[in-house]
């Protein structure tokens, strides 16, 4: 079992930033991939980027060059950096992990991010 808290989620003016977290805590196992998913309602969950356990990153056509996403091992502690945030980035984003040993995923309960004026 393991338990993922997002948090870093709030209200934005377009062109601003916001930088998200999310705190696993847990069964851990080695191999892994982490990634932050939004979702808007009526619509499917669609990926934002995701980190491997060996680092590796993967982003969204619509995110590259804005966001970052980053870990921090010693922390369990995944992060997403959104730079120049749009009105269109407005959804709930949710934190989920996915163990390639155990063929397992779980996902965070979400935090919502606004881009308004």
């Known amino acids: 079992q393991v338990q993922l808290v997002e948090s870093g989620g709030g209200l934005v003016q377009p062109g601003g930033s916001l930088r998200l977290s999310c705190a696993a805590s847990?069964?851990?196992?080695?191999?892994?991939?982490m990634g932050w998913y939004r979702q808007v309602p009526g619509k499917v969950r669609e990926l934002v980027a995701h980190i491997t356990s060996g680092g590796n990153t993967n982003y969204a056509d619509s995110v590259k060059g804005r966001f970052t996403i980053s870990g921090d091992n010693a922390k369990n502690t995944m992060y997403l950096q959104m730079n120049n945030l749009k009105p269109e980035d407005t959804a709930v984003y949710y934190c989920?992990?996915?163990?390639?040993?155990?063929?397992?995923?779980?996902w965070g309960q979400g935090t919502q991010v606004t881009v308004s004026s």
């Open positions: 847990g069964a851990m196992t080695s191999i892994y991939t």
């Open positions: 989920h992990y996915f163990s390639s040993r155990e063929f397992i995923g779980y």
